[in-house]
Every structure is written in C-alpha cells, then in structure tokens.
C-alpha cells in the first residue's frame, strides 16, 4: 500500500518470519493494516480489518489498527485537573475527549528505522498539542520472531508531569478475510471486575463483578452472549461490548475461532483491556478484505483505565517528569487441531 497523506508521502512496512506469517503496517499512525497468519489448514488469510487504499486512514473514524495517544480512551468533559490546573482538551466525542482528540498519534506520520526484527517509529508531541502538558518523546517499536510472536513496545519521555495512556487499536476478525462475524469467537480474560459505564460510554468509578454475567469471560464465552444479553451495560454498548476489564492473576487474554482452529493469546504489563466488540462500525465501507459490518471485528486495548483522572481509586496514568513510560504487548498466533 502506498499514497499520500495531506501530501506526505507514506510507507508501509510487512515483518515475515520463517513460518510464512506477516505483518504489515504504516508510518502513518503505525497503523496495522494487515496480519496474515494461517488457519489449521495451513491456509494463509488476513485476520484484522483494515482499508482498501491508504487515503481512507485520513478520516478513519473506527481507529483501525492505530496506535492510540496521548490517552486512550474517553476523558470526561474534555477537561481535567493536574497540580491545581485546569487543562482543556480537544472534545471530539460530544463534550468528551477520546483517543488523544483531533490531534492524536493516529494522525501524525512517525519517523521510521529499520531494525533487527521489526521497525521502530518515533514522534514527538510538542507541549500543549491536544491540551495537554508537556513535551513528549514517543517510541513505538513493532517486532515479530519466529514463535509467531508480535509485540509492540511502547516508550515515551516528558518533560512536564502529564497524562500518558498510549495502546493499540487493531479489529481481530479471525475467521480469515472476513468470512464471519466476530460473534462465534470465544474469549477467555483473567479478570474478575469490569469497569460499569454511564450513557456517555464513561467510567462511573464502579467497578462491578462478572461473575454471573455476559462479562464473565474467565474460562471463556462467545461474543455472542453480551449481543444476547438483557444487561443494561451490555445494551449501552449497542448490543455488545466496550468495557475495560481489570486484568487479574497473569492477565492472560486469549481469543480463538473453531472453524478455522485459530488462536490469538495476549500478554500484557498493562493492568487492563477494554474488549470493544465492533458495535459502531457502520455497513458497506470497502475494507481490504470485504465489506464493513456491525461486529466484523472487536479489540482487545491493552492500557490503563480510561478516564483514571477523575476517579482518584483508579490507577492515574500520571506520567512523571523525565520518568520513563515503558509499556509492553505480545500477540502470539496459534492453531488448534479440529475435534
């Protein structure tokens, strides 16, 4: 894929190892446009939404395959407190602040060099971009070895204390080319607590027991049971999911699709993952493998809490000045044999 964004040329990188996967992903808002991995029959097919041609990243209004900064996530009012000062953010969800605004590291085209295994990008966000303090350098490196084995690190540096909550935002769909929906794949989370949301999709501060509900993911369910269920929050969410779950025990995250027998497990350092099931995502935009759909793909956002400033129970995401943010993710690709 190649072209021009706000007539910046851009490039995209494809990682391979020796098994045959690949991963290929822009300078662009490093985003992720394709990951190609095999199903137990050993057919290679993409398994994560992304468009068509490479202008379509401009507007992007579902994130696909973005990294996400400088806080992901929503903030309420678009504004928070830090040291006695009020800072006031770009509102570009009703009055709310999500993903980093209008100005988030989806937009910007990061430097780019080549490494062993992987590429490293970097940027830098300069004092006051998006509202927020602080001068921030940021590294987001993406590697892949031959386990199959993609990870993504994350690293930045402020020179002001600020707020820093950086993930990715990827839509697995891993039936293959888009074959079905997301709704079939069974999940399985380590985490006893979701975080409850009020109709603006925010945290109310409640953290809420899943046990006995569609959020009960840890010895694994279908996606389908939160679009079945009569849970309100199941209901707000459009039928579906986009809830924070605390990470518990070794957080492990593990999704995985029978007919095609693939398995996507996930560690993380991160103290949560919001599972977000697709539920917004209109119809009939062309996509690199078919068609938009409702559920055509959900995300597992490996981050801290959403929101965390304005509820001080919350871990903060308070990045102190010249502390290092170091974050780290592995996607590990697998099959299973057919029973």
């Known amino acids: 894929m190649t072209g021009t964004i706000n007539s910046i040329n851009i490039k ?46 401009v507007q992007n209004p579902w ?16 504004s928070f407190e830090l040291d006695g000062k009020t800072y006031t953010l770009e509102q570009n969800d009703g009055n709310n602040h999500l993903h980093g605004g209008k100005t ?101 501060g409640k953290l809420q027991s899943v046990a006995g509900t569609a959020f009960d993911f840890r010895r694994g369910q279908t996606i389908q049971a939160g679009v079945e269920s009569d849970d309100s929050q199941n209901k707000l969410a459009g039928e579906g999911y986009d809830h924070p779950f605390i990470l518990t025990g070794n957080g492990d995250i593990m999704l995985s699709d029978e007919p095609s027998g693939r398995i996507l497990s996930i560690k993380t350092d991160q103290n949560c993952v919001v599972l977000y099931s697709g539920t917004q995502i209109n119809e009939g935009v062309a996509l690199n493998s078919g068609e938009s759909r409702k559920y055509a793909g959900l995300c597992l956002e490996t981050q801290g809490l959403p929101d965390s400033i304005h509820h001080p129970h919350f871990p903060q995401n308070i990045l102190e000045k010249d502390q290092r943010y170091l974050s780290r993710t592995v996607y590990r690709f697998s099959t299973k044999e057919g029973e």
């Open 63 to 78: 994130y696909l395959g973005a990294v996400i900064g400088r806080f992901a996530g929503r903030i309420g009012g678009g």
């Open 104 to 204: 988030g590291f989806d937009k910007v085209v990061w430097q780019s060099e080549c490494m062993a295994g992987g590429v490293q990008f970097t940027c830098e966000s300069p004092d006051g971009e998006g509202g927020y303090p602080g001068n921030v350098k940021v590294t987001v490196t993406y590697t892949l070895n031959d386990e199959n084995e993609f990870a993504i690190h994350y690293e930045a540096l402020s020179d002001e204390r600020t707020l820093l909550n950086m993930t990715n935002h990827t839509y697995f769909n891993l039936s293959g080319s888009l074959k079905r929906d997301i709704t079939g794949h069974v999940l399985q989370i380590d985490s006893d607590q979701y975080v409850e949301l009020n109709d603006q999709l925010l945290p109310t």
């Open 12 to 57: 995209e990188f494809t990682l391979a190892n020796k098994n045959g996967m690949k991963v290929s992903f822009l300078d662009y808002g490093c985003i992720i446009t394709k990951i190609v991995v095999p199903d137990r029959e050993g057919n290679f097919e993409n398994v994560v939404l992304g468009y068509e041609n490479a202008d379509q990243y």
